[in-house]
T-cell receptor, first 111, second 112 residues
């Protein structure tokens, strides 16, 4: 059974640019969540989608956005990148809302 | 606001030396407490879910326990391959749907 797949694994962007990250959940999972992980702050919740609807959003600026498609695949977008956006971005999927399974993450470096 | 504090931040053990990691939490209505293992540069790997005080789960050399205020991850006779960062997270009823609050983790090093 395939796990959560995130693409790309690594990304280098310049300040001011925008970036789109992709996540394919485990087959049958309809809930997809996104987290940002940095050495200083640890894992912080960005947002959660279920059946194409954003149900919850963390305390991040509006530059961070996401969406979910009818096949449950999800994308997150960060516009006007700042140096502080450099982080490991993790996607997690859940079948029943009780246990989240994470992908390998996308390492974003902003220069 | 849900809060999770893990201790110690780092732990060095000799191979075979058993120990415990602590996760203290405050949450409005616990829906679940989760333990994950994370290797460098990789995503967290699910280990256990605990739902109510008194519950225990075991997997190989790991055993997780839960009280109303904290959870412990007991590691029995660890091996070098157990070296990783162990993360604790909670899902509370006060939070929105499926939002996990994580601790900063305990970095475990097991020396041969």
């Amino acid at each position: 059974k395939a796990g959560v797949t995130q693409t790309p694994r690594y990304l280098i962007k310049t300040r001011g640019q925008q970036v789109t990250l992709s996540c394919s959940p485990i087959s049958g999972h309809r809930s997809v969540s996104w987290y940002q992980q940095t050495p200083g702050q640890g894992l912080q919740f960005l947002f959660e989608y279920f059946s194409e609807t954003q149900r919850n959003k963390g305390n991040f600026p509006g530059r961070f956005s996401g969406r979910q498609f009818s096949n449950s695949r999800s994308e997150m977008n960060v516009s006007t990148l700042e140096l502080g956006d450099s982080a490991l971005y993790l996607c997690a999927s859940s079948l029943d809302g009780k246990t989240a399974f994470f992908g390998q993450g996308t390492r974003l470096t902003v220069v | 606001e849900d809060q999770v504090t893990q201790s110690p931040e780092a732990l060095r053990l000799q191979e075979g030396e058993s120990s415990s990691l602590n996760c203290s939490y405050t949450v409005s209505g616990l829906r679940g407490l989760f333990w994950y293992r994370q290797d460098p540069g990789k995503g967290p790997e699910f280990l256990f879910t605990l739902y109510s005080a008194g519950e225990e789960k075991e997997k190989e050399r790991l055993k997780a326990t839960l009280t109303k205020k904290e959870s412990f991850l007991h590691i029995t006779a660890p091996k070098p391959e157990d070296s990783a960062t162990y993360l604790c997270a909670v899902h509370g009823s006060g939070a929105g749907s499926y939002q996990l609050t994580f601790g900063k983790g305990t970095k475990l090093s097991v020396i041969p």
